[in-house]
């Protein structure tokens, strides 16, 4: 792998080699070998620290931001760092990666507060319906919530009694309450009022008798569902899928809901402190964005990458071992079709309260809603 270095020297960045980084980041993202060939490339090391939620990785870096130097954050939360001064802005001229993004969405929007970018895309996806073979979902009495295909695609479905304590849901505040606002027709779920808010969480209470349990982490998911302790669920992952198929069961997912699906994207973000490692952060950034960095990470994931499906078709793919059955295990081929694919998609935004809308979500979690 060609190592992309930035170019100048930045104040408080010190000498590269021998240098070490301190990541927040998700489950599968960053692979130890291909941190070990970083490593032994710059001199530069790299302790990843993974979270299990959103709302964790915030708390973390607010708690001690000096602690890190870099978190891949997700869309919808970047004014709640921004107002609490957390992150450097990205100098794009030291990010090689952005002039290859041929991506259908717009990824910089989602990275972005006040009309500055505080983040580069790394990983991007939806949180789709998905439902196993069990003979409950079979019923007649559930056909109002499927297509003419067959399939599931109303979010109603999770508020059936049919599925009382057979829901998978993750620990996700914002993921969780926008489907719920999505269900309840709510044409902006980022910006409710006083009167939709107070819907949501009424719609929020009654979906607990639903839920088997709360996951952490989209393995935490997998195992659940793998176990047929469910029989449907709101994926926090697609990759989720291939995990449950590996354990030897089926689980069938629509990737299109009638109402909007919600879909998030995880940026690179510096943490600002005094001692920021400006350079050898950005060489780090670069080398994860590199295609064969790229191939590999969604080869091993199952995820969505960085990659169009040019780029994940290329002969440098092909060789990092982005074949064509791991490809069409990704979102990557359905980005072919363009709008016709993003239009259902609901991608995070900063909400009118994100305060609010945690505190809405501790009180679902210890069922005092």
Same mark, same amino acid.
């Given at each position: 792998?060609?190592?992309?270095?930035? @170019?100048?020297?930045?104040?408080?960045?010190?000498?590269?080699?021998?240098?070490?980084?301190?990541?927040?980041?998700?489950?599968?993202?960053?692979?130890?070998?291909?941190?070990?060939?970083?490593?032994?490339?710059?001199?530069?090391?790299?302790?990843?620290?993974?979270?299990?939620?959103?709302?964790?990785?915030?708390?973390?870096?607010?708690?001690?931001?000096? #602690?890190?130097? =870099?978190?891949?954050?997700?869309?919808?939360?970047?004014?709640?760092?921004?107002?609490?001064?957390?992150?450097?802005?990205?100098?794009?001229?030291?990010?090689?990666?952005?002039?290859?993004?041929?991506?259908? +969405?717009?990824?910089?929007?989602?990275? @972005?507060?006040?009309?500055?970018?505080?983040?580069?895309?790394?990983?991007?996806?939806?949180?789709?319906?998905?439902?196993?073979?069990?003979?409950?979902? @079979?019923?007649?009495?559930?056909?109002?919530? !499927?297509?003419? !295909?067959?399939?599931?695609?109303?979010?109603?479905?999770?508020?059936?009694? =049919?599925?009382?304590?057979?829901? @998978?849901? +993750?620990?996700?505040? #914002?993921?969780?309450?926008?489907?719920?606002?999505?269900?309840?027709?709510?044409?902006?779920?980022?910006?409710?009022?006083?009167?939709?808010?107070?819907?949501?969480? =009424?719609?929020?209470?009654?979906?607990?008798?639903?839920?088997?349990?709360?996951?952490?982490?989209?393995?935490?998911?997998?195992? #659940?569902?793998?176990?047929?302790?469910?029989?449907?669920?709101?994926?926090?992952?697609?990759?989720?899928?291939?995990?449950?198929?590996?354990?030897?069961?089926?689980?069938?997912?629509?990737?299109?809901?009638?109402?909007?699906?919600?879909?998030?994207?995880?940026?690179?973000?510096?943490?600002?402190?005094?001692?920021?490692?400006?350079?050898?952060?950005?060489? +780090?950034?670069?080398?994860?964005?590199?295609?064969?960095?790229?191939?590999?990470?969604?080869?091993?994931?199952?995820?969505?990458?960085?990659?169009?499906?040019?780029?994940?078709?290329?002969?440098?793919?092909?060789?990092?071992?982005?074949?064509?059955?791991?490809?069409?295990?990704?979102?990557?081929?359905?980005?072919?079709?363009?709008?016709? +694919?993003?239009?259902?998609?609901?991608?995070?935004?900063?909400?009118?309260?994100?305060?609010?809308?945690?505190?809405?979500?501790?009180?679902?979690?210890?069922?005092?809603?």
């Amino acid at each position: 792998m060609a190592l992309t270095g930035c @170019s100048g020297s930045t104040a408080g960045s010190g000498n590269e080699g021998g240098e070490t980084l301190n990541v927040l980041s998700w489950e599968s993202y960053h692979d130890q070998k291909q941190i070990d060939k970083f490593t032994a490339e710059t001199g530069i090391k790299v302790n990843v620290v993974n979270v299990g939620s959103p709302d964790e990785m915030f708390a973390k870096v607010k708690s001690a931001p000096g #602690q890190w130097d =870099a978190a891949l954050v997700t869309s919808g939360w970047y004014d709640n760092y921004t107002t609490n001064n957390l992150l450097e802005p990205i100098d794009r001229s030291k990010v090689d990666a952005l002039k290859d993004f041929k991506l259908g +969405f717009d990824w910089e929007g989602a990275a @972005s507060s006040e009309g500055s970018l505080y983040g580069v895309l790394y990983n991007w996806g939806n949180q789709p319906l998905a439902w196993t073979d069990d003979e409950v979902l @079979s019923s007649p009495a559930l056909d109002k919530y !499927k297509n003419e !295909k067959g399939q599931f695609d109303d979010w109603n479905v999770f508020w059936d009694p =049919a599925l009382k304590g057979r829901l @998978s849901i +993750f620990d996700d505040s #914002q993921a969780v309450i926008t489907m719920v606002a999505l269900t309840l027709g709510i044409e902006d779920p980022f910006r409710l009022s006083d009167q939709q808010f107070e819907a949501v969480k =009424a719609k929020l209470a009654e979906l607990r008798p639903q839920i088997k349990r709360l996951t952490s982490g989209y393995n935490d998911q997998t195992d #659940q569902i793998a176990r047929d302790e469910v029989s449907m669920a709101y994926l926090n992952l697609s990759v989720v899928v291939g995990g449950v198929e590996k354990a030897g069961k089926t689980l069938h997912v629509n990737n299109i809901i009638k109402q909007g699906v919600p879909a998030w994207s995880d940026n690179y973000s510096i943490i600002k402190h005094d001692t920021m490692k400006l350079d050898a952060i950005y060489k +780090f950034i670069n080398y994860t964005q590199s295609t064969s960095w790229q191939a590999e990470f969604i080869t091993r994931t199952g995820s969505a990458g960085i990659l169009d499906y040019e780029r994940a078709t290329s002969p440098e793919g092909v060789e990092a071992g982005l074949t064509p059955e791991a490809l069409e295990a990704t979102l990557i081929p359905a980005t072919r079709d363009g709008e016709a +694919f993003f239009s259902k998609m609901v991608f995070g935004r900063t909400p009118e309260n994100l305060e609010k809308r945690v505190e809405m979500w501790n009180e679902f979690k210890i069922g005092t809603s």
